[in-house]
């Protein structure tokens, strides 16, 4: 069955997002979500090479509130290349509204963190500063970690082995994520 037969809608997204996910990305998302029609199916595209995962947890939040607000439904289309942040984005969509074009590729890889601990000062002070930078990476991991286990829920990839892979930048074909059911299909 042809494309535009069996998914018309994919073939003009309502909002369409390529670049590096940051704060000029979220703003154009949200200018185009505001201007988009008040009812019916959305389709959101994207291309990036990733970026911030916080603004893409911030984008799918939003995705998230509309659909429970107004039970509207809301497909997710990636175009060739679904990397890091575009990753994290993609999990705010169940698998059965998550569509790839041909050739796309996704990588979902961990979190990195850079930062340097001036260790200068009385010693509680010491302390306190290592038991904070202890604390922002575990509670990273754990957000990391909700983010995984959103990309597989639906699928046939266990968390743990996502888990396995993140460290090593896992990419994924088009085709093979729709053979893992990472995505419904690819167009």
Known sequence: MATQTKYPLLAKPHIRLSGPVDQLMYQSFREQ??????????????????????VARTMADDIRLLEEHDGREILFLGKV???????????AFPVHRRFL????????????????INLDGPLRMVV?????ALHEVEHSIEIEEEGFRDIVNGSKVEFEDLREK??????????????????????
Not at 81 to 91: I, L, N, P
Not at 101 to 116: A, D, V
Not at 128 to 132: G, R, T
């Open 33 to 54: 979500l505001d201007a988009c029609p008040d009812d019916g199916t959305l389709v959101v595209a994207l291309t990036t090479l990733g970026g911030d995962p916080e």
């Open 81 to 91: 290349a679904v990397y890091s942040a575009g990753a994290t984005f993609m999990a």
């Open 128 to 132: 306190a500063s290592i038991k904070a």
């Open 101 to 116: 074009t041909r050739h796309t590729r996704l990588m979902i890889h961990e979190r990195g963190i850079s930062k340097q």
């Open 166 to 187: 993140a460290p090593s930048n896992w990419y994924i074909e088009a085709e093979q994520a729709r053979d893992l059911g990472l995505v419904l299909d690819v167009i």
